[in-house]
């Protein structure tokens, strides 16, 4: 398999410890991409309609993109357990990972805004809203951080990839000093050798 990667962007993070918790690493072969919002890179292009990163090729040559998708394509391979099978349990994981990457869907949105566009055309009131809904995000999580515990699934590798990234762009937010609950969590779940072997370079 072959996989279009930036170890800046944090969803091809969150295959990347998905492939680090299943076992996959060394079956996959990582592709540079020069993957920008408003030029697209010609070569993901050239195998999927969104040339977007993470973009994964299969071993029959098949384009799979969207992280979420990729995601569960490996765990499913491997027989991984990171989606939890039908139940509540699966619920869980699922909105988790939703939200936390609804999260990662506005700040990279913030980042787009303020790397993509002179500065005469940025918005301030998009990156107010964008902003507002990490805030509302890392709330939700704080209130239901006790129920974290010691879960690895994708609802946790999607809120780990999420809050690594907020370390990485927006350290301004400074997330921990009123997320108490949620940065002790994200503490232990950080040491993991998969988040470990993932964290991108310093910004």
Sequence with gaps: MKLFHSHFSPFAR???VVAFEVGLTDALELLPTAAHPVK???TILARHPLAQVPT???DAGHAIADSRVICEYLDTRAAGGLFPAAGPARW????DQST???????ALLIRYELTARPEAERSAAWIAGQTAKIQSGLAS?????GQLGHRVDIGTIALGCALGYLDLRFSELAWRATHPALTTWY????ARPAMMATRPPAA
């Excluded at 869980?92 to 909105?95: F, I, K, P, S, V």
């Excluded at 503490?187 to 950080?190: H, K, Q, T, V, Y």
């Design 14 to 16: 969150k295959v990347m």
């Design 40 to 42: 697209r890179d010609e």
């Design 56 to 58: 994964l090729i299969d």
């Design 92 to 95: 869980t994981a699922l909105n």
């Design 100 to 106: 936390a990457d609804g999260m990662l869907d506005a």
């Design 141 to 145: 999580f704080e209130g239901s951080a």
């Design 187 to 190: 503490e232990a779940f950080a």
